[in-house]
Structures are given as structure tokens and as C-alpha cells.
């Protein structure tokens, strides 16, 4: 068995600073769940999962000052006893959306980020002209990895959200919080993944992302991908 996606869950209020998504359905102890939030205002997103915390791989992205909204994204390997919540806070009360995404492995393997959530991959427009946005292509390292690309808005409304062809959804949070939609794809071949262009008939500032994980061969079947015992149980960077 090889790097798949099991599944994914989202949640989102129009207020509030305590942020929380469920557990993806069917979550088990080795599988790897990334979560994307989104908090509107530029702010501060901080883990607050206690004795089970997530590792924050992208540190409160907010270059947008016009129109503010910020963006964490945070990952773990999920450990034997996790909760069935994960939460977050936000340093401002206001919108907020939270997508959750569960990748699933094979005995005897790993999950490993192929090209680390970098700013260097991620794309802001900081004006309502437009809802549209087209992150830049990625290079993929090895074969068999999963792409995630997601954008996130700053809006309270509700339009009609389109991503990538290609693509299989994760999840689109769309109900009056922060509008954000998650997006992944198999692919089989090292090599450029291309642009992926999202779009919302709703015009507002927009943030976007992406990045890729693999599986790799440990010396024997572990449901940790940390180089050494920690709590964070972070997901080990390959490259950016």
C-alpha cells in the first residue's frame, strides 16, 4: 500500500477565537493529518491540542494589509489515544474556517513532505478586483506523492467557489466564515505539478498554496515520522 488519501473534515464560524475541526472519518495511529485554517484579520494562529499538538509548518502568512486574513498550516502523525478535535486559536475574534486533511500509508513506510509548505510556493492578492487565483507549479521530487493546493478568501459571502480540473476535493468551507478550499491530486511522475487556478464569483482579497508529500521505506513498520521522539509528532520536512 502507497501514500492515499483516507479522508478529510472542515468546520467554520463568522466569529470567535477558539477554532476547532473533527478528526477526519476513519483517522487511525500512522496517518499523517494536515490542516489548513484560515482566521480573518491579520493575526496570530496557534496550536491548542495540549499533550497532542500539531507542528505549525507555515507561521501566520498574512502579507495581505489591505484586506486582512491570515493563514497556518500545521500537521501530525497521529498517535494512539489522539482526540477526536483539533484545535486552534486565533489572536482576533472574527471569520474563521478550518480544513482538515488525512493522508493513509502502507506498513513499513513513512509520510514525509516532498515539497514543504514554503511562502516561496504560496501566492497573495491583496485586492477585491477579482476572485480568482493561480498558485505556481511545484517540482515534485519522486513518484507517487500527493499534491495539495488550496486558496483561501476574505469575505463574509457566500459565492461559488471552482478549483482546478483535475483535482479531487477535500473540502470547501463556504457557509459564512472565512471562505477556504483544500484540493488534492495523485501524482504518478516526478516533475512540475503546473499552475492550479481557483476562482470565486464572490471578489475579495485571496491567499494561496501548495505542497506535496510522499511515503518513504523505514527499516520497520513505525507510526512516526519525527527523526526522534516528540510530542509534536511533526510531519519531517524533505524539501522546498
Known amino acids: 500500500m502507497a501514500l492515499s488519501y483516507r479522508s478529510s473534515s472542515k468546520n467554520e464560524s463568522s466569529s470567535g477565537t477558539a477554532l476547532s475541526v473533527s478528526a477526519p472519518s476513519g483517522v487511525a495511529t500512522g496517518d499523517v493529518v494536515i490542516v489548513v485554517v484560515q482566521a480573518n484579520g491579520q493575526t496570530t494562529i496557534v496550536d491548542n491540542n495540549g499533550a497532542t499538538p500539531f507542528t505549525e509548518d507555515i507561521n501566520d502568512y498574512n502579507p495581505n494589509t489591505v484586506s ?4 497556518s498550516v500545521f500537521s501530525r502523525t497521529i498517535q494512539s489515544g489522539d482526540p477526536s478535535t483539533y484545535n486552534f486559536t486565533s489572536g482576533a475574534s472574527g471569520r474563521w474556517a478550518v480544513v482538515a486533511i488525512c493522508l493513509t500509508k502502507g506498513a513499513g ?4 513532505y516532498d515539497v514543504s509548505p ?3 510556493n504560496f501566492l497573495n492578492v491583496d485586492n477585491s478586483s477579482s476572485g480568482d487565483l493561480t498558485n505556481p507549479s511545484i517540482t515534485t521530487g519522486v513518484a507517487n506523492t500527493i499534491h495539495i493546493t488550496f486558496c483561501g478568501w476574505d469575505t463574509p459571502s457566500t ?10 476535493l477535500g473540502q470547501i468551507a463556504n457557509s459564512g466564515g472565512e471562505p477556504l478550499a483544500v484540493v488534492y491530486k495523485d501524482v504518478a511522475s516526478a516533475g512540475a505539478t503546473g499552475t492550479t487556478a481557483f476562482s470565486n464569483t464572490e471578489f475579495s482579497a485571496r491567499i494561496g498554496g501548495s505542497f506535496s508529500l510522499k511515503a518513504v521505506v523505514t527499516t520497520s513498520p513505525s507510526s512516526s515520522v519525527s527523526p526522534s521522539p516528540s510530542p ?3 510531519v ?4 522546498s
Not at 109 to 112: G, L, R
Not at 160 to 168: F, K, V
Not at 236 to 239: D, L
Open 68 to 71: 486582512g486574513h491570515t493563514i
Open 236 to 239: 519531517s520536512p524533505s524539501s
Open 118 to 120: 514554503n511562502v516561496s
Open 109 to 112: 513506510e513513512a509520510i514525509s
Open 232 to 234: 509534536s509528532s511533526s
Open 159 to 168: 459565492g461559488t467557489i471552482t478549483y482546478p480540473a483535475g483535482y479531487s
